[in-house]
């Protein structure tokens, strides 16, 4: 069973900057994929960004694209999301996934079978 372990997060101004970390155990296939989800309250989880890890792509939801960066460590199997140019939209419960979803399927949350434990973002003045 892999385990995802996260870090980062914590409170920004607007404007400001965060960095997330997700370490994975271990992958299992080649193909797995990892990705970021964010919950707000009261409000459905949605996909922020991910990646394959055998691939070059990234993807990104639309509401964050040019404002956040995924990125991965392969070596050791550590996903990274930079988050610059924060909003109080953003404030939400952050979390880490990893699965082996089609590319059809990368963006939604029942594609993923292991997720790390949440880390709070809230950007506030």
């Known amino acids: 069973q892999v385990q995802l372990v996260e870090s980062g997060g914590g409170l920004a101004r607007p404007g400001g900057s965060l960095r997330l970390s997700c370490a994975a155990s271990r992958r299992t296939f080649s193909d797995d994929a990892m990705a970021w989800f964010r919950q707000a309250p009261g409000k459905e989880r949605e996909f922020v960004a991910g990646?394959?890890?055998?691939?070059?792509?990234?993807y990104y939801a639309d509401s964050v694209k040019g404002r956040f960066t995924i990125s991965k460590d392969n070596a050791k199997n550590t996903a990274f999301l930079q988050m610059n140019g924060l909003e109080p939209v953003d404030t939400a419960v952050y979390y880490c996934?990893?699965?082996?979803?089609?590319?059809?399927?990368?963006?939604?949350?029942?594609?993923?079978?292991?997720w790390g434990q949440g880390t709070q973002v809230t950007v506030s003045s």
């Open positions: 996934a990893a699965g082996r979803p089609i590319l059809s399927a990368l963006r939604q949350s029942s594609a993923y079978n292991t």
């Open positions: 990646f394959r890890w055998n691939r070059e792509n990234t």
